[in-house]
T-cell receptor, first 113, second 110 residues
Framework: DAGVIQSPRHEVTEMGQEVTLRCKPI?????LFWYRQTMMRGLELLIY????????DSGMPEDRFSAKMPNASFSTLKIQPSEPRDSAVYFC???????????FGSGTRLTVV | AQSVTQPDIHITVSEGASLELRCNYS??????LFWYVQSPGQGLQLLLKYFSGDTLVQGIKGFEAEFKRSQSSFNLRKPSVHWSDAAEYFC????????FGAGTRLTVKP
């Protein structure tokens, strides 16, 4: 099992540009989560999906953020336009059932200059 | 609303010494509780979990945690710390929308 796969590992972009982060969950996991980690705010849940359907997006900070899960094996988190305060590490996680705990990807470190 | 508090931002212990990391939770019902470890530049790895049954749970890497409902606590322990345990440790609560504490950074002195 390759685990949760995120790409890219690092992204540096200029303010105002569109950024797309990608995640491939573990096969058979029916829930997927996007988290953002910063020194100031720690780990924040942005959005999560069950069976490809967004359940709770109350953590998405602004309309500039959007997430999709077109099928069970792929999800994207898009920021448009990006701003320097979006700089953070973004994690994707998946689980076959919440009580089993989540499996996290290695994260995407986003730097917006 | 569910939440987690980790009172200690940073802890330093000597290699071979015992370790206890504190976690307090707020949850309306029977909580699902977890401990994760994060090494620098890595994602989070699940150490152990509790949702029912025996209140002392064993995890990977020699860690254990004890659920105490009366104290709303779920502290992580290890009898003898190894240098490789230096990392950030996160307590979390919830199942469908897991919430994390702020983390405790563990430094291990030789």
């Amino acid at each position: 099992d390759a685990g949760v796969i995120q790409s890219p590992r690092h992204e540096v972009t200029e303010m105002g540009q569109e950024v797309t982060l990608r995640c491939k969950p573990i096969s058979g996991h029916n829930s997927l989560f996007w988290y953002r980690q910063t020194m100031m705010r720690g780990l924040e849940l942005l959005i999560y999906f069950n069976n490809n359907v967004p359940i709770d997006d109350s953590g998405m900070p602004e309309d500039r953020f959007s997430a999709k899960m077109p099928n069970a094996s792929f999800s994207t988190l898009k920021i448009q336009p990006s701003e320097p305060r979006d700089s953070a590490v973004y994690f994707c996680a998946s689980t076959p059932g919440g009580i089993r705990g989540y499996t996290f990807g290695s994260g995407t470190r986003l730097t917006v200059v | 609303a569910q939440s987690v508090t980790q009172p200690d931002i940073h802890i330093t212990v000597s290699e071979g010494a015992s370790l206890e990391l504190r976690c307090n939770y707020s949850y309306g019902a029977t909580p699902y509780l977890f401990w994760y470890v994060q090494s620098p530049g890595q994602g989070l790895q699940l150490l152990l979990k509790y949702f029912s049954g025996d209140t002392l749970v064993q995890g990977i890497k020699g860690f254990e945690a004890e659920f105490k409902r009366s104290q709303s606590s779920f502290n992580l322990r290890k009898p003898s710390v190894h240098w490789s345990d230096a990392a950030e440790y996160f307590c979390a609560v919830g199942a469908s929308d897991m919430r994390f504490g702020a983390g405790t950074r563990l430094t291990v002195k030789p």
